[in-house]
């Protein structure tokens, strides 16, 4: 057997041409740019230089993830566990806070904010948590910032470029917070409510729980209209954390239905699902037929927000690689991936390169096919 031969075999077969499909309208007047956690491809991710970088690249809204410190300050973190994402581990005095805890019904070890005050998190500097993928170069430089400093940082950038940019905040793990005697709702609305430009900037809170957004619609009424909520939605057979701890049996699969979608636009404004569960992919990496969730979603009055678009090969579809290296980035291949997901009518998504996500929203036409 020739070496060619043994290589062909060896290779995925290549993806058929996925079926034309109609491109459906947007239920928002605009489709946005969400730049998730900044541009976390380009720097750490949770630092006011990452979210700097999305705002000049053209991000309609950032996202900081929040948590809680132990003097109850919510800071920017994509989980409580900060090992992955700061240079705590190299910080001989915090050695012995190393631990393990039962976050969601899952076993985590490592270093937990809620056993840090923030001056002791002022301590520590950002790391990029994907290094193998993204490398280090910006490991060091930047600390974890509050929300109070991430909102009087927005609204210089907005004062500075004439344009609003929204905040996009998520509620991490609210049940076991609160759990913990840090009630996360309560704080972000008083942190929300004491900024002018909160009171009047647009804000979209999202979380994966479900009590805290009911909690937090009941609180906010008809008296907070820049305020909107989203319904994140994780995999098809995990339930969210708070009906977890109550040993509920609700799942995300049963929330998409019919159903799910009616009972979450009694509470939230939009869904946030994987794009997958818009257009799946399959074993092979190539594109399925589109399915029917947004536009069942638009049925039921939400809106459908997608996550998380990336730029490298390893992320993308095989129609819009290029090469075989995974940590290698297409200069297009995001962006013709993401203009054949809005052909679905996608109304907003999360984007770790929110130049690209711009790219992608403001090039025109949309295509026909995905080639």
Same mark, same amino acid.
């Given at each position: 057997?020739?070496?060619l031969l043994?290589?062909?075999?060896?290779?995925?077969?290549?993806?058929?041409?996925?079926a034309?499909?109609?491109?459906?309208?947007?239920?928002a007047?605009?489709v946005?740019?969400?730049?998730?956690?900044?541009?976390?491809?380009?720097r750490?991710?949770?630092?006011l230089?990452?979210?700097?970088?999305?705002?000049?690249?053209?991000?309609?809204?950032?996202?900081?993830?929040?948590?809680?410190?132990?003097?109850?300050?919510?800071?920017?973190?994509?989980?409580?566990?900060?090992?992955?994402?700061?240079?705590?581990?190299?910080?001989?005095?915090?050695?012995g806070?190393?631990?393990?805890?039962?976050i969601?019904?899952?076993?985590?070890?490592?270093?937990?904010?809620?056993?840090f005050?923030?001056?002791?998190?002022?301590t520590?500097?950002?790391?990029?948590?994907?290094?193998?993928?993204?490398?280090?170069a910006?490991?060091?430089q930047?600390q974890?910032?509050?929300?109070?400093?991430?909102?009087?940082f927005?609204?210089?950038e907005?004062?500075?470029?004439?344009?609003?940019?929204?905040?996009?905040p998520?509620?991490k793990h609210?049940?076991?917070?609160?759990?913990?005697?840090?009630?996360?709702?309560?704080?972000?609305?008083?942190?929300l409510?004491?900024?002018?430009?909160?009171r009047?900037?647009?804000?979209?809170?999202?979380?994966?729980?479900?009590?805290?957004?009911?909690?937090?619609?009941?609180?906010?009424?008809?008296?907070?209209?820049?305020i909107?909520?989203?319904?994140?939605?994780?995999?098809?057979?995990?339930?969210?954390?708070?009906?977890?701890?109550?040993?509920?049996t609700?799942?995300?699969?049963?929330?998409?239905t019919?159903? +799910?979608?009616? *009972?979450?636009?009694?509470?939230?404004? =939009?869904? $946030?699902p994987?794009y997958?569960a818009?257009? %799946?992919?399959? @074993?092979?990496?190539?594109?399925?037929?589109?399915?029917?969730?947004?536009?069942?979603?638009?049925a039921?009055?939400l809106?459908?927000?997608?996550?998380?678009?990336?730029?490298?090969?390893?992320?993308?579809?095989?129609?819009?690689?290029?090469?075989?290296?995974p940590?290698?980035?297409?200069?297009?291949?995001?962006?013709?991936?993401i203009?054949?997901?809005?052909?679905? +009518?996608?109304? *907003?998504?999360?984007?770790?390169?929110? =130049?690209g $996500?711009?790219?992608?929203?403001?090039?025109? %036409?949309?295509? @026909?096919?995905?080639?």
């Amino acid at each position: 057997m020739s070496l060619l031969l043994a290589l062909a075999m060896l290779a995925p077969p290549a993806c058929p041409e996925p079926a034309a499909f109609p491109a459906e309208p947007p239920r928002a007047a605009q489709v946005q740019v969400y730049g998730h956690r900044g541009a976390s491809a380009l720097r750490p991710e949770h630092t006011l230089a990452a979210y700097a970088k999305a705002i000049a690249d053209g991000a309609d809204a950032i996202e900081p993830d929040l948590v809680m410190t132990r003097d109850g300050v919510l800071v920017a973190r994509h989980e409580n566990e900060i090992g992955g994402t700061t240079d705590v581990a190299a910080h001989p005095e915090f050695a012995g806070r190393r631990t393990t805890k039962m976050i969601d019904g899952q076993a985590v070890t490592g270093w937990f904010s809620e056993d840090f005050t923030l001056a002791e998190l002022k301590t520590l500097r950002a790391r990029e948590r994907l290094p193998e993928l993204r490398g280090t170069a910006w490991d060091g430089q930047f600390q974890v910032p509050t929300l109070e400093e991430i909102i009087d940082f927005t609204a210089a950038e907005a004062a500075a470029r004439g344009r609003p940019i929204k905040l996009v905040p998520e509620l991490k793990h609210s049940t076991y917070f609160r759990a913990h005697g840090l009630p996360m709702e309560d704080a972000l609305l008083a942190v929300l409510q004491a900024h002018a430009y909160t009171r009047r900037a647009p804000v979209e809170i999202q979380s994966f729980e479900i009590g805290n957004l009911r909690a937090l619609r009941q609180a906010l009424g008809q008296a907070h209209p820049n305020i909107r909520l989203l319904q994140l939605i994780d995999e098809p057979q995990l339930k969210p954390g708070d009906v977890l701890a109550a040993g509920g049996t609700l799942t995300y699969a049963q929330m998409l239905t019919p159903a +799910g979608l009616r *009972a979450i636009a009694g509470y939230a404004d =939009a869904i $946030g699902p994987d794009y997958h569960a818009v257009i %799946p992919f399959d @074993a092979n990496g190539c594109l399925g037929a589109p399915t029917s969730l947004v536009r069942d979603a638009h049925a039921a009055g939400l809106e459908v927000h997608v996550y998380t678009f990336r730029p490298e090969n390893t992320f993308l579809a095989r129609p819009f690689r290029a090469g075989d290296d995974p940590k290698a980035v297409p200069p297009d291949g995001m962006v013709r991936q993401i203009r054949y997901y809005l052909r679905t +009518g996608i109304d *907003a998504f999360f984007t770790d390169d929110p =130049a690209g $996500g711009r790219r992608a929203v403001d090039a025109g %036409p949309l295509p @026909a096919t995905a080639r």
